[in-house]
């Protein structure tokens, strides 16, 4: 390896502060922060939210100023192209949009709100290509098609005359990295951008953006909570906590010999896949500072709580001039399974795969064409609408995104207190018992009830979604993605809790997931999705320990460890192209037939494309 050390850094943070202005006086985002990126070289800064990594990164933008904050002292260095060293603190506006997108790209942690709705994503390719580069239209078109290949978004061109509202979570966030890289800039800043995404999609964008700093001597300043991403990304690690750096070294010497408290207590909340082999049931995590609990292992029962049977869901395609349905988008197909109560069951799979609309079809939030969905003895397909918001009593969801699903205008207590009110369930001082008692439970302080969203960082209010969930004494929770937004050490926090709430009410997860260290730490059964079929389904261990089917195999072969010596090559990635689950009207697919490889393992036979 270069030492990338000898060369001119590209990029230097000298003695940052950074400060907000706020109704109750300044709050400073970063205190006194400086580090350098060399060419050649990912630098990683790691933290929790709120410890001011995005703040540095929007600072070096100069975007910083757009979110009311101010850069009250320091230097940004940054060497350009032609012109030198110049210190982008002191930069007019017009000099900083000639640099911005152009010398400096930038990969948003958002893509929802990173893309413009109201343009094409063709159109939003195209637009900084032409801007900083010159290209005619149509030279502009066929390299961000090249783009999109390059970030394997299936059928490009027709993604191109898309709309960001039409494509997947992760399908969105391989758009928004393609902009970045657009103009191949000499430092590239990406703030979280594989936190939405699969295990398959993020080895590879991982992998593409490494090979593109090989190939290009581009600089990289990494913002993630993912400390299995730094393991194989990282040169440098910069550990940031409440606006400071607390540690700054290699990788190796952060991840085997880290000095600062924090940084231990970082590496301590990682949930590292391959823990739990030998082990038959769940576990909560052992985090530092609550040593002395006991580790009890969560066996459940063994009565079934929900039946699925042959669930399909099916969106329909319109097109023509009479709108006639055309073709179908199989979401789910044929999906079958079981959970025990008090036992949780896993779905996983990239996105797009059905695990969502599989959870939502359960609840009926989406109206499955077919199949059969026994919770406790009821027959949730064959409810009308009075009977089934009765059945939902039983069945709660929380969703990906809590700020989404949070109302922005209502206190958190009563948000909390809302299933109540609405089901009758409690009346009077009761309600206000039981939802203090839920927030004793998620440990939020009970000042927080008087809160809104807005005032809570993300961790919080997904906690706050659990508490809500847990309201009406459900017997089934269908998590959604319910961690994958937080925080290293929150996200173990809110495992577990979720795994003592499941051993002291006997609740029932559905959890869908595409952290597999996750899934391994809180699975009593696992099912591996794709293409909106189950392709292997059985006990946690057997599907982990002895993977059956090439899909799960090739997923677990993507899992990044949380060891920077045991890092992933490109060629140990070979990902086939996703097939369109788009199907036209006529087709009927074959049913789902399966082979037992072991007691409950079961592998798909039927040729799934993979």
Known sequence: MLDQTAKAPIAQIQGLRVEFQTKDGPVVGVEDVSFDIHPGETVCVVGESGSGKSVSSLSLMRLVEYGGGEIASGKLLFDRVQGGNVNLAEMEPGQMRDIRGNEIGMIFQEPMTALNPVFTVGRQMTEGLRLHKGLSKSQADERALALLQQVRIPEPARRMKQYPHELSGGMRQRVVIAMALACEPRLLI???????????????????????????????????????????????VVVMFRGNKVEEGPVEQIFENPQHPYTKALLAAVPKL????????????????????????????????????????????????????????????????????????????????????????????????????????????????????????????????????????????????????????????????RVE??????????????????????????????????????????????????DVSVQAQVLNLMLELQAEMELSFLFISHDMAVVERVSHDVGVMYLGRIVELGPRSAVFENPQHPYTQALMKAVPIADPRKRKDEKDLNFKPIPSPIHPASYQPEPSVYREVGPGHKVLVTDSGY
Not at 282 to 293: A, I, N, V
Not at 456 to 463: E, I, K, N
């Open 190 to 236: 990406a703030d979280e951008p594989t936190t939405a995404l699969d295990v398959t999609i993020q080895a590879e964008i991982l992998a593409l953006m490494d090979r593109l700093k090989r190939e290009t001597g581009t600089a990289v300043m990494f913002i993630t909570h993912d400390m299995a991403v730094v393991a194989q990304m990282a040169d440098r």
């Open 274 to 433: 391959g823990e739990m082999t030998g082990k038959a049931y769940p576990e909560p995590m052992k985090l530092l500072g609550s040593e002395d609990k006991d580790i009890v292992p969560i066996k459940g029962t063994d009565e079934t709580l929900l039946t699925v049977k042959n669930l399909t869901t099916r969106f329909p395609v319109t097109g023509g001039l009479m709108r006639r349905l055309v073709a179908n988008v199989h979401a789910v197909e044929d999906l079958s399974f079981e959970i025990n109560k008090g036992q949780t069951l896993s779905l996983v799979g990239e996105s797009g795969c059905g695990k969502s609309t599989a959870g939502r079809s359960i609840l009926r939030l989406v109206e499955p064409m077919s199949g059969e969905v026994n919770l406790a003895g009821t027959d949730i397909m064959a409810l009308n609408q009075k009977d089934l918001r009765t059945a939902r009593l039983d069945m709660q969801m929380i969703f990906q995104d809590p700020f989404a699903s949070l109302n922005p205008q209502m206190q958190l207590a009563d948000q909390v207190a809302e299933p109540i009110h609405n089901y009758a369930t409690l009346t009077g001082d009761a309600v206000q018992e």
């Open 437 to 486: 008692m839920l927030f004793d439970r998620v440990e939020l302080p009970r000042s927080f009830m008087r809160r809104f969203p807005h005032e809570l960082s993300g961790g919080q209010r997904q906690r706050v979604a659990i508490a809500r969930a847990l309201a009406l004494n459900p017997k089934l929770i269908i998590a959604d993605e319910a961690v994958s937004a937080l």
